[in-house]
C-alpha cells in the first residue's frame, strides 16, 4: 500500500481523460501559430526558431523531470514547447533542408519509432501509465517531441502535397480520430498503441486548424494575425488547466478497482 502511494505522487503526467485531448488540441494549434509568429511575422527564420524553442524546451523538460509532482502548468507548458519547437523543426526540415513534405514525414516518422523502439527495449513497455523515472521521463519527452515534429509534417503534407488544403486535412484527421475512438470503444485493441496513435494524429489536426486560421487567403487560410491568434488559443488553454480537473495519471504498483 505504501509502494502504491509513493509512486502514484510521484507520477508527473497527467490522467488521459477527454480534458487531455481538449488541451492537447489547442496546444498544437498554438504551436503552429506560435512557431509560425517568431519565423515567419517576425520573419527570424526556421533555423533561428527552432534553436529558440529547443533551448526553451530542454529547460522545460529539465524543469518537468527534476519536479517531485505533477504540476499542470509546467506539464502543458512543456507540451507547448515540444509542440512548437516541433512546428518550426519540421519547417526547417522540408523547406530548409530541402527533403520537401514526404521526405520530412518519413524522416521524422522513422525517429519516431526509433525512440519507441529503444524506449521498449529499456522498459519492456512505451504505456504511459510507467513513466516514473528519469529515464523513462527522458523517452516519454523525446517521443512526445518527435511525435509533435511528425505531426506537423504529416499536416504540410496532406494538405499541399496531398492536395487537400487545410481545411480537407483537418477532416481527414478528425476522421481518423473517430476511427481510434470507435477502437478504442467498441474493441481490445491495445490502449497503449491507441494513444500514441491518437497523440501524433492529434497533432497534424492541430497543425492544420493553425494553418488554416493564419495562412493566407490564396492558400485557403483565413489570413488571421498570427500572434492574435497565438494569444487567443494561449487564453484558451490557460483557462482549461485553470478550471478544468486533471490529476496525475496512475502508476504501476497502484490499486485498480
Not at 103 to 110: E, K, R
Not at 116 to 125: H, K, P
Not at 163 to 171: I, N, P, R, S, T
Request: charged content about 10%; aromatic content about 12%; glycine content about 10%.
Amino acid at each position: 500500500m505504501h509502494q502504491s502511494i509513493q509512486e502514484h505522487a510521484l507520477s508527473k503526467v497527467p490522467e488521459v481523460t477527454l480534458v487531455f485531448w481538449i488541451i492537447k488540441i489547442a496546444a498544437t494549434t498554438l504551436g503552429e501559430t506560435g512557431g509560425d509568429s517568431v519565423t515567419m511575422t517576425l520573419n527570424w527564420g526556421y533555423l533561428t526558431g527552432t534553436l529558440l524553442f529547443f533551448g526553451v524546451l530542454v529547460l522545460l523538460v529539465a524543469a518537468q523531470i527534476l519536479a517531485r509532482k505533477f504540476h499542470p502548468f509546467l506539464y502543458w507548458a512543456t507540451i507547448v514547447a515540444s509542440t512548437t519547437f516541433g512546428t518550426t523543426m519540421a519547417d526547417f526540415a522540408d523547406r530548409s533542408l530541402g527533403i520537401g513534405y514526404t521526405g520530412g514525414a518519413s524522416l521524422l516518422f522513422c525517429c519516431l519509432m526509433l525512440v519507441l523502439a529503444l524506449w521498449y527495449r529499456s522498459e519492456g513497455t512505451i504505456s504511459v501509465n510507467t513513466v516514473s523515472t528519469p529515464r523513462v521521463e527522458a523517452f516519454y519527452w523525446a517521443a512526445i517531441t518527435f511525435s509533435q515534429t511528425l505531426g506537423t509534417a504529416l499536416g504540410d503534407w496532406i494538405a499541399d502535397t496531398g492536395g487537400l488544403g487545410y481545411e480537407g486535412g483537418a477532416l481527414v484527421f478528425a476522421a481518423g480520430l473517430v476511427v481510434l475512438a470507435a477502437l478504442y470503444f467498441w474493441t481490445n485493441v491495445s490502449r497503449v498503441w491507441l494513444f500514441w496513435a491518437a497523440f501524433i494524429l492529434t497533432r497534424p489536426l492541430g497543425a492544420t486548424v493553425g494553418d488554416f486560421l493564419d495562412k493566407p487567403v490564396s492558400h485557403g487560410g483565413l489570413a488571421l494575425s498570427r500572434p492574435l491568434a497565438s494569444a487567443a488559443i494561449a487564453v484558451f488553454i490557460v483557462l482549461c488547466v485553470a478550471l478544468l480537473p486533471q490529476r496525475a495519471g496512475r502508476h504501476p504498483g497502484e490499486a485498480t478497482t
